[in-house]
């Protein structure tokens, strides 16, 4: 569960706010304005909290939900005409899911075998479906409306949506937010300027970046950046 609202504040980009299609600018600040001040006085405040526990166990619980996103991505890696990509990602599933004790311990990754991560918006967007205006959505934050129409597709397709024991589901959901809340704690002073334009300029620029797979997208920062998402 990438897509939190704030994970886009870990991304610089040099867009122009006035170069990215936002409609609904109004609106969408209010809803921006909503999603801070849960952050601000609960999200944020937990994280705080979680960020005490030990480094080994945050390790293993953030390779335990990059390891559940493996079935979605290797699903998008054929969808993308990517089969050699998605042999390497079902079988990083595979392998951590058991020598990997479910996934706490990433084992794949020392056997050379690369993390990828791509979910359906990706997969229209390579099918030439345009982004459309973005959008500011409650609690999930910073989309556009081909990554919101693509959000139903990409929940049927993770392995928590399956999951028959509904408390259990949510556990794990809420769990996931908040590892991923803490870890954009250490990066957070990056954010500069309007929040607002620099959570929706961040989010197109990591997008594209996704969509090309970092192909002919150079920015260093980012490259640095997506590398922190998935091994801190």
Same mark, same amino acid.
């Given at each position: ?12 980009? +040099? ?5 990215? @299609? ?13 999603? !801070? ?29 990059? @390891?559940? %996103? %493996?079935? *979605?991505?290797?699903? /998008? ?10 042999? /390497? ?6 392998? @951590? ?20 991560? !791509? ?11 345009? +982004? ?17 129409? &693509? ?13 028959? !024991?509904?408390?259990?589901?949510? &556990?794990?959901?809420?769990? $996931? ?10 990066? !957070? ?20 970046? *996704?969509?090309? $797979?970092?192909?002919?997208? *150079?920015? %260093? ?5 997506? $590398? ?5």
């Amino acid at each position: 569960m990438r897509g939190l609202f704030l994970f886009s504040a870990l991304f610089v980009c +040099s867009l122009y706010a006035a170069d990215i @299609n936002d409609p609904f600018e109004d609106i969408n600040r209010g809803i921006f304005n909503f999603n !801070e001040s849960v952050d601000k006085n609960f999200l944020k405040p937990v994280a705080k909290v979680y960020s005490k526990t030990p480094k080994p166990i945050k390790k293993g619980v953030t390779n335990f939900f990059n @390891n559940l %996103e %493996e079935v *979605e991505t290797s699903i /998008n890696q054929v969808l993308q005409g990517k089969p050699k990509r998605a042999i /390497n990602d079902i079988s990083r599933f595979i392998i @951590n899911s058991t020598v990997g004790i479910g996934g706490f311990i990433d084992v794949a990754s020392k056997l050379g075998m690369p993390s990828h991560d !791509e979910d359906f918006a990706q997969t229209l967007a390579l099918w030439g479906t345009p +982004s459309g205006p973005y959008i500011m959505l409650p609690a999930l934050g910073p989309s556009s409306l081909r990554d919101s129409l &693509s959000k139903p597709f990409s929940s049927f397709l993770s392995v928590t949506f399956h999951m028959t !024991e509904d408390d259990v589901n949510l &556990s794990l959901k809420a769990i $996931d937010a908040l590892e991923t809340r803490e870890r954009l704690l250490e990066v !957070e002073s990056l954010i500069s300027g309007d929040r607002y334009n620099f959570v929706k300029d961040s989010y197109v620029q990591f997008m594209e970046y *996704e969509v090309k $797979d970092g192909v002919g997208v *150079e920015d %260093e920062f980012l490259d640095d950046m997506d $590398d922190f998402l998935i091994d801190q």
